[in-house]
């Protein structure tokens, strides 16, 4: 039986090596086991060699010729006036121009935001052919801290986020918190809302690396730190408690390994300089690529997780929970975060925001004794989180439209 196609708008797609393009090819990898074809329509450059099959390269004018030209005072007075941070804006209209051409048989177009490019895209779809529209969320829209908090841009933002809500057949969040907050939000489009979470290719394998030799625990957070995920909780209390002498700096090392952006910058620079001159931190703010990342992470004895918004995970929880070793994680109660690291049998600790100082030295002393001998993640994870898994959920939704 031939396959069916279903049109995928992603921004971001590989060769493109950020986590946006994560999920979307996730999903177009599997989707033929589930019977049906994506064709992809992307703003992602393709290797010299060229895009793969059924991947469709529309080139971002902005990017693409820089900063001059009609293309380029368009986006910018629209980002300046309405949509700070946005970008693909004078991408939509080709995007949707080149659709019906690639992909002539579609009834169904899926758009994974951020950002909001593939959703203005889809829904002009939508109405021009009457494609049944599937909205998927890597990012909540509105609530989000990586997004603008000047009023204007949250009550477009809310604005937005309703009329996808009326207008998409169907939405996808990553969470469950992020679902059951919408159903409570948009009662009307309930029935229209799931959950597909973020997880792993069951065929890209991470586990533990042997532990070097050295004097000293490695607690490692690789990533930047950016839109509300900061350090500085954790970085006062081992100030504390090298202060009076509870916690020896010769005895760990807090790794962070990546770019530090404004929302992620130190409140106590003098906290962070004497940390760093006892040896005890260490801050690499550069830009790695995912396997050195990875390979940082693995041989690990200790791993820090930073929530940024209670209703997402962030996309290191999956290489953490197969690596096994613990996790402290700042964290809020019943987030998506604490729920899984409940489930997950990996040892952790949470922290949760406004805990008092002394409770948040208890807890980071606690974890310091924790064993760093790797735990296999429960097959709650495994069954849950993997490629195979969620894109048979996607395949079974796209059945229903």
Known sequence: MAAKS???LAYAFPPENIVGAARPARFFKYLPQFGYQPEVITASPPLPTGSPPHVHYVPDAVLDKGRTGLAFQYERLLRRLLLPGECGLTWIWPAVALAPRVAPACTVVFSTFPPLATHFAAYRLK?????????????PLTGATARSTASLHRRLDAFLESLIFRHADLIIANTAPAGETWRQRYPAARQRIEVIWNGFDPEDSLEPAPIPP???????HVGGLYGGRTANVLLASLD??????ALSPSTFRLKLVGPIEDGGAFSDPACLERLTELGCVQCSPLQIPATEARHIAAEADSLLLLEHTPLQAPAKIFDYLRIGRPILAFASPESAVERMLQQSGVPFRCIYPGAPAPDVDRIVLDFFSLPNTPVPASTWFYDRFNAIHQTRQLAGLLDRL
């Open 127 to 139: 109405q021009r052919y009457g494609m049944r529209w599937v909205a998927d969320f890597r990012d």
């Open 6 to 8: 279903v049109l995928l």
């Open 240 to 245: 504390r408690l090298v202060a009076r002498q």
């Open 214 to 220: 050295r004097p000293y625990r490695v607690l490692a």
